[in-house]
C-alpha cells in the first residue's frame, strides 16, 4: 500500500498487533525430502495454521535475494526498492549511535595481515568483542583535518566508523576484497563528490594500520557500506500508534528505530524477548519480535539446528498467545536454506491469525501449505497493511 | 523486475538455464473435460512436475490476449506493456532484414481479387513460397519518389515490405479488411505525420495491383502491422551471458534476435531443435527454444493435433535432459485454447526444475496443477529473473 495512503486511512484504536520474524525463515527440502520447517515440531504454529490464514511473502520481488536491510524494510511496509538502508546506517543505529545529517557510516571489520600486507584473515579469527573495543578506542584517537571520527565496537570482529563533518559523501567503494591472500582495497570515489571523503578514509586506514602495527592478528582494517542516514516517514505518524522493537540482535534494532519503532531490550533469548513484551503490553499497539537463530543456523548451513531453532521459537510461543494479541502474523524477512547456506530469492512462509480472519483449510504451517494458503503469494510490503486491517485499524477508502 | 535492477545483481557464471516455450500452450476442457495438456501423455513434463516446481504466468495482465510478439517480450524479462514490438519489424528481422533507423516495415499478405476488387481469398490459397518469391522481386521494382522500397518473401503467402527514407511515420491504419467479399482497405494517417506516408503506401499497393493484373490468384497484397525498429535493451548486456534462439519459424528468432540473441538454425522439428541446443551447448549459457506445433493446432481448432503436438514435445525432451541444465523452464508464451481456435487471455502453464528448487506437492503438469503451484500465479516478464536466480545467476540485492 502507498505510504501516503496509509496515513490517510490508518485509525487509532486499543487492539494489539504482533509481528514475530524469524529471520530466514523460508527452506529448502534436506535429507529427508523435508524442509526445516516441515521437519520442526510446532505445535503452536500448526495451531496458528489451523486457526488462521497462510500465504508466502515476496520480500522485494521475483527472484530477487534480500539482504536483512531491504527483507526489514518490507516488512515494515515500506518498498525496499524505494527506500534502501546503507550497511553502515544500520550498523551504526543498531549500536544506539545516533547519526546525525552530517554523519557518515561505515561498517568495519578488523582482519589479519601478514607482513606483505595481504590479508590472512578476513575476520581476525572473529576477535573477541572486548579486544575489538580496545582497538575501537586506540582507532578513535586518530585525528583527520576536518573531521570529526568515532570508532565503535559492535560484536565479534565488526565494528562501526563514523566520519563527521561537512560535505561528505558516501560515493565510495568498498576497501573489503572479499578474499584472503590479497591486500586490503583503496577506498575511491564512485562519483565526483565522493574524492575528498575517499582521500580521508585512505588517510585513515594508513593511520589504523600503523597503530595496529603491534598486533599479530587483528592488525589491519576494512570499511564497507557507506551511507549517511535516510530520511524515513515514522510508523508512529503513518499508523497512528506507539510501535516497540524486540530484538537479540543490534542491527534489527537499529532498523526498527530508524521508521520510528522504540527499542526495548531484548535478552539473550525468543523467551526474554517474550517477556519484554509482556513486561510492555500495556504501552504499545504494535511489537516486532525478531528472532535470529533460525538464520544463523541456515547461514551455517546446520538443517538440524534451523529445524530446532524453530522449535523452539514455536515453544516460546506458548507465552506470548496467553496475551491473547488481536492480530499475531509469523513469518521471516527472507529464506535462508540450510542446503543453500545463505540467503535465498524463495518466498517466505507467513502465517496470520486473530480477529476476522477468513481461515483456508491448511493444518500445518510449512512452505508448501503457506504457497497454497488463503493469502495467495504477496509483497511483503504488504503484510503489515493486511495485519492492520483484521485489527480494526483502517478505514474504509471511499464512499 | 526493473531492467536496470537486472543489470546491476546479474552476475557471470558457468551454468546453463533453458527456457522452452510451447507456443499457445494453455488450453481449456475438451470433449472429455480434460485440456489438450491433460490429455497428452507427458512422461517427461510430470516428471519435472514433480521434482520441480508449478506456476502459472500472466503474459500481459489480467484478461489480456497476447498476441506474439508480447507473449514473447514478456518470457524474453520485457513488459510487453512498455517495450511494444510491431508485427512488421518482427517478421522482417525474422527474414534476417536488417533494419536501420530510417525504415518503415510491414507485414505483407499477397491475396487474390476479383475482376471488381473484392476479396475472394485472403490468402491467396496459401501459394507456394517460391512464387511469392518470384512476386516480391517483380513488387521490388516498383519506384516511390523520395522512397527506397524492399519486398522480401516470408512464407507462403507473407512477405515483408520495407519502405526506407527519412521522415516515414508508422500512424498508419491496416489495408487487410480481416474478411472475404470486399475490397482491400485504403492506408490512412492516423496521426498527421503520417499523412505523406499514407500516400506512399496507398502508391505502392496501386502499382502492386496493376504490376500483378495478369494473375488469377495472388494478384493483389494487403499491408499491416507498420512499424519501426525499437530500441531494446539487449539481454547479453543485462544479464550478462551469451543467448541463443531456436525456432522454426522466423518470427520467433526475429524476436529473440531483437534483444540480443544469436539465432542458431532450428531445422524443421523440435527434435532438430535440440540437436541444434546440444551442438551448441558449450557456447551459450542460455538458450530459447520455440515449439510451434501446439499453437497452430489450437488455432485450427483441431483439440487432438494440439494434444500430440504436446505429446510430440514431451516425448523429445529426453534428448534436452540428458544435457542435465542447471535449469529448465517449460511453459507458453499465451494460451490457444483448441475450444477457442484462438489466442486467449488465460493465465499459462510453467514448470521450472533443476538447481535449488522448492518442490510442490505437484505429481503432474497440468493447468489446474500449475494454478496452485508453489509459485503462485506470476507476471510473465518475471520468468527469466526466477530462472536465473535458481541458476545462481542473481546476487543479493542489499546488506
Excluded at 486473530?354 to 509483497?379: A, I, K, M, N, Q
Aim: include cysteine; proline fraction near 6%; charged fraction near 25%.
Amino acid at each position: 500500500m502507498q505510504l501516503d495512503l496509509i496515513r490517510r486511512l490508518s485509525i487509532p484504536g486499543d487492539t494489539k498487533v504482533v509481528l514475530c520474524v524469524m529471520d530466514g525463515l523460508g527452506g529448502l527440502p534436506g535429507p529427508r525430502a523435508r524442509t526445516e520447517l516441515e521437519e520442526a515440531r510446532t505445535d503452536n504454529l500448526d495451531r496458528l495454521a489451523e486457526q488462521g490464514v497462510l500465504g508466502q511473502t515476496l520480500p522485494v520481488g521475483y527472484g530477487i535475494t534480500p539482504g536483512s536491510g531491504p527483507g526489514h524494510m518490507a516488512l515494515f511496509g515500506y518498498d525496499p526498492l524505494s527506500f534502501d538502508i546503507g550497511r553502515g546506517v544500520l550498523e551504526a543505529t543498531g549500536i544506539d549511535f545516533a547519526l546525525g545529517p552530517n554523519d557518515l557510516a561505515a561498517r568495519g571489520n578488523l582482519c589479519t595481515v601478514d607482513a606483505d600486507g595481504r590479508i590472512t584473515d578476513r575476520r581476525a579469527g572473529r576477535v573477541a568483542t572486548a579486544v575489538t573495543a580496545q582497538i575501537a578506542e586506540r582507532l578513535s584517537a586518530i585525528a583527520l583535518p576536518g573531521v570529526e571520527l568515532f570508532v565503535r565496537p559492535v560484536r565479534e570482529h565488526r565494528f562501526v566508523l563514523v566520519l563527521r563533518g561537512e560535505g561528505l559523501s558516501s560515493a565510495l567503494t568498498e576497501t573489503d576484497p572479499q578474499k584472503e591472500g590479497v591486500p586490503t582495497l583503496p577506498c575511491t570515489a564512485t562519483a565526483q563528490d565522493g574524492e575528498a571523503t575517499a582521500r580521508r578514509v585512505n588517510d585513515f586506514i594508513a593511520h589504523a594500520r600503523a597503530l595496529l602495527s603491534d598486533r599479530e592478528t587483528a592488525n589491519a582494517v576494512t570499511l564497507r557500506g557507506w551511507a549517511k542516514r535516510p530520511t524515513l516517514p515514522q510508523m508512529p505518524e503513518l499508523w497512528k500508534l506507539r510501535a516497540a522493537a524486540v530484538t537479540v540482535y543490534p542491527m534489527y534494532r537499529g532498523l526498527a528505530r530508524l521508521v520510528g519503532m522504540d527499542a526495548l531490550p531484548g535478552g539473550d533469548d525468543i523467551q526474554s524477548e517474550f517477556a519484554t513484551v509482556r513486561a510492555h503490553w500495556d504501552d504499545y499497539d504494535f511489537f516486532f519480535v525478531h528472532f535470529k537463530g533460525t538464520d544463523s543456523a541456515g547461514e551455517d548451513g546446520d538443517f538440524r539446528r534451523k529445524s530446532a531453532a524453530i522449535a523452539e521459537f514455536d515453544a516460546a510461543l506458548s507465552d506470548l498467545l496467553t496475551l491473547r494479541p488481536n492480530v499475531l502474523v509469523v513469518t521471516g524477512d527472507h529464506s535462508t536454506p540450510a542446503t543453500m547456506a545463505a540467503h535465498s530469492w524463495h518466498p517466505v512462509p507467513l502465517v496470520l491469525w486473530g480477529d476476522h480472519v477468513r481461515t483456508d483449510e491448511s493444518h500445518v504451517f510449512s512452505e508448501v501449505e503457506c504457497s497454497r494458503g488463503g493469502l495467495g503469494t504477496f509483497p511483503a510490503c504488504e503484510v503489515l497493511p493486511i495485519a492492520f486491517a483484521h485489527a480494526g485499524r483502517l478505514a474504509k477508502y471511499g464512499a
